[in-house]
């Protein structure tokens, strides 16, 4: 039977955790792996072992939002939810859903609104967006799904505003089967329209 780690380790853990946190907030790293690397190199820990779930990386970018940014934290994620609901309301025809860290709460000030669409075919998002007269930028981005499988999926990048958009491109499927969440590896949590109305609700 694997021995519990010790009072020592989940230190350690506790450090890495918050140090990474701290990677993610001030130099808007959004790879969870690459931030707990980061931390661990700068505080002279090499054993993988060692290194927080992601989980736990996340409840510490909350912990610190709430201790150092307070009023500004809200404020600037109240910003973040008023550039998705316009640009979920411009793409309304793909049943926008919001992800990520703008709907979780642990959104710092280099992250980006990210949206799921729904489409037959991602050629109808850039038409969308074209006859709004609105410049994008496409790729495609690695999603692991629920079963274990890795799959490829178009994005679309623009700007609602002042505020960057990321919006990946599922078939319309996709709306019964969410990806893997990179925090905890569950079904990722996804909000309609009328959800991020009623949170900016709660804001006023």
Do not use: C, W
Not at 34 to 51: C, E, W
Not at 89 to 110: D, Q, Y
Not at 160 to 185: C, H, N, Y
Request: no cysteine; aromatic share 6%.
């Amino acid at each position: 039977m694997a021995r519990k780690p010790g009072p020592r380790a989940n230190h350690l853990r506790m450090r890495i955790a918050q140090e990474a946190a701290r990677v993610i907030r001030e130099q808007g790293v959004k790879d969870y792996f690459i931030a707990k690397k980061k931390a661990a190199s700068r505080l002279g820990v090499f054993d993988r072992n060692a290194l927080p779930s992601n989980a736990e990386i996340a409840e510490a970018v909350g912990e610190q939002q709430r201790l150092f940014e307070g009023d500004q934290h809200v404020e600037s994620l109240t910003g973040l939810r008023r550039a998705a609901r316009e640009s979920m309301r411009l793409l309304h025809s793909f049943e926008p859903r919001l992800v990520g860290p703008v709907l979780e709460g642990t959104a710092t000030a280099h992250s980006e609104v990210s949206l799921h669409l729904f489409a037959e075919t991602p050629e109808a998002v850039a038409l969308a967006l074209m006859g709004q007269g609105i410049p994008y930028d496409s790729a495609q981005r690695r999603v692991k799904m629920r079963d274990g499988r890795y799959v490829y999926m178009p994005v679309f990048r623009f700007t609602g505003g002042d505020v960057d958009v990321d919006a990946t491109v599922f078939p319309p499927l996709g709306l019964r089967e969410p990806p893997a969440s990179p925090v905890d590896g569950r079904p990722m949590r996804r909000a309609r329209l009328a959800e991020v109305e009623a949170l900016l609700e709660e804001a006023i």
